[in-house]
């Protein structure tokens, strides 16, 4: 009974492949269930030598077994067994296709087809029930067709023509991601995530040029499922490819997904990296891609007050009111923000509560989630205290029922009304989930909410904790180039009466020590119970 979580896990490992199962029986004596599992998970070579000499020749060991089938196979047929093996997981038909036909287009599509059918049918390659089918080599049979791929010298070939296909399904995703409901595309194209993974791992060493492409196209999905961090440090990696690159429209689209990856977090790099963006679009004559590099420099906050409007006006020119919702949202998004800058909040309101509207209808949950959130905002603002309560609880159970990030942001806009309100106690506890949910994300967003840290401090009567955080807070609007409306105000506020209450030199010295401090003592001067010694 202790071993049966090893042997469950060495059956999920082998799939259910009946000679393997066998082999691996065989090794049982020697090296236990549980060694034998940890084995497995570094491939399948310890089932090589394990044999029944019972058996015929060929069943003797799977990789006996697998060079006969293979054996069996006309050299077409044996050419695409060996190039499945560098996918990393599932694969779809058309990516087949593309790997089968390889840089020499050696194999035309019908044959591609007729070849796939045969691995099929000969159960070395398996074809889900979905809809459409997608297709795998099981774990054992992978590790050997990996095995004849290297045999061949085929490696690296093969590896940049997995790259240059997952690179085309990820050019029909974006396409497909301005017209079709976040649930379906995800579903449709999240399960290429892993090849995607293996495909830019593999470009980050041997060929940089062919990774920024496929991040230039890739963006929407990571932001989608909730990756943006890690697709902050694939982008940051392949920077300095990008940099060599002549000026292109794939190359905008790196900065431009660059950009959208700094959204609320980092004003100034999202600002110049669609600055950057917006100057290669429009010397390529490119709308689309000058209207959303537009948004999103005028969507950072870091335009000067007097270029809100005439870039507002450039965007509205721009757009086509024949595109679809998705893209016509960003422009909403835009004026939303303009009118909340310019001190119209009420307009900025009206805005976000009528494309809030548009995107629930067109199935655009995520950007859904983001309207929410600024009405939560926006109604803090307005003095609705009760309302941006309301909204902000909404706008944190729906992205956790959408389960793809964590919800930094409603959080923070929570907290905020709540210590508006002085309900410390409830903020407390808020602020809490918070600050861990900062901290999963790497501790992307708290420098846009760092001000409440000392605002929870100084309402609870912690005065040198709240002058740690103020110095803190200070420290972390310096590192996204801005600090947020609010917490600009509530610094004067808290200087004010901390200079008061602790003098203006041990201020000094506090604001200093919290200037220093890492984002774990930060959460641990901030929830800590009593006042700073």
């Known amino acids: 009974a202790a071993n049966v979580g090893a042997v469950v896990g060495i059956c999920r490992r082998l799939e259910g492949l009946p000679l393997a199962l066998k082999l691996a029986a065989a090794r049982m004596p020697l ?4 060694g034998l599992q940890a084995r497995l998970m570094r491939g399948t070579a310890i089932l090589a030598e394990a044999h029944d000499s019972a058996a015929l020749p060929r069943q003797r060991t799977l990789q006996a077994a697998l060079d006969w089938s293979y054996g069996l196979l006309s050299p077409a047929v044996q050419t695409l067994f060996r190039r499945l093996s560098v996918f990393a997981g599932g694969f779809s038909l058309d990516a087949a296709i593309l790997l089968a036909q390889g840089e020499r287009e050696d194999m035309d599509e019908m044959a591609a087809v007729e070849a796939l059918s045969e691995l099929i049918d000969r159960s070395l390659v398996v074809a889900s029930q979905a809809e459409p089918p997608r297709y795998r080599l099981l774990e054992g049979v992978r590790d050997h067709a990996r095995l004849l791929l290297a045999r061949n010298g085929e490696t690296q070939a093969v590896r940049r023509q997995h790259a240059l296909a997952i690179l085309e399904v990820f050019k029909r995703a974006k396409q497909d991601y301005l017209t079709t ?15 995607l993974r293996a495909a830019l791992d593999w470009c980050a060493h041997a060929e940089p040029g062919l990774a920024v492409q496929l991040l230039a196209h890739s963006g929407f999905l990571f932001f989608s499922i909730g990756l943006i961090q890690e697709f902050r440090d694939r982008c940051a990696n392949a920077e300095a490819a990008a940099a060599l690159l002549p000026d292109s429209v794939v190359v905008a689209d790196f900065w431009l997904h660059r950009s959208l990856s700094m959204a609320w977090c980092a004003h100034r790099l999202m600002h110049d990296w669609a600055l950057r963006a917006s100057e290669i679009y429009r010397r390529a004559g490119d709308r689309l891609g000058l209207y959303l590099a537009l948004c999103f420099v005028t969507g950072s906050g ?13 965007i509205r020119r721009l757009e086509d009111p024949e595109w679809p919702a998705s893209l016509r949202l960003h422009r909403c998004w835009v004026e939303d923000i303009v009118h909340f800058l310019l001190g119209r909040p009420e307009l900025a309101r009206q805005v976000a509560v009528s494309a809030l509207r548009q995107a629930e209808q067109s199935g655009h949950t995520i ?15 307005l003095g609705h205290t009760e ?17 793809i990030r964590q919800p930094v942001q409603p959080l923070g806009h929570l907290a905020r009304a709540l210590l508006a309100k002085h309900a410390f106690a409830e903020a407390r506890e808020v602020m809490a989930d918070f600050l861990q949910c900062c901290r999963a994300e790497r501790w992307v967003g708290l420098p846009m909410f760092s001000d409440l840290l000392a605002k929870l401090a100084l309402g609870e009567g912690r005065p040198r904790s709240a002058a740690c955080l103020v110095g803190y807070a200070d420290a972390a609007w310096r590192g996204i180039g801005t600090p947020v409306r609010a917490g600009a105000r509530f610094r004067v506020h808290a200087v004010r009466e901390l200079s008061a209450a602790l003098g203006a030199e041990l201020l000094e010295q506090l604001m200093a020590t919290g200037a220093s401090m890492t984002e774990i003592e930060a959460c641990a001067c901030t929830l800590g119970n009593t006042d700073l010694a």
């Open 181 to 195: 409901e976040d649930s379906r595309w995800v579903a449709a194209y999240g399960a290429d995530l892993d090849n």
């Open 302 to 314: 870091r335009p000067a007050t007097a270029r809100l409007e005439p870039l507002l006006h450039e």
């Open 31 to 34: 090296l236990g269930a549980s």
């Open 387 to 403: 309302a941006a309560i309301a909204r902000s609880r909404e706008a944190i159970a729906r992205e956790r029922a959408l389960g």
């Open 367 to 381: 950007m859904a989630n983001a309207f929410v959130t600024r009405i939560a905002m926006i109604a803090l603002v």
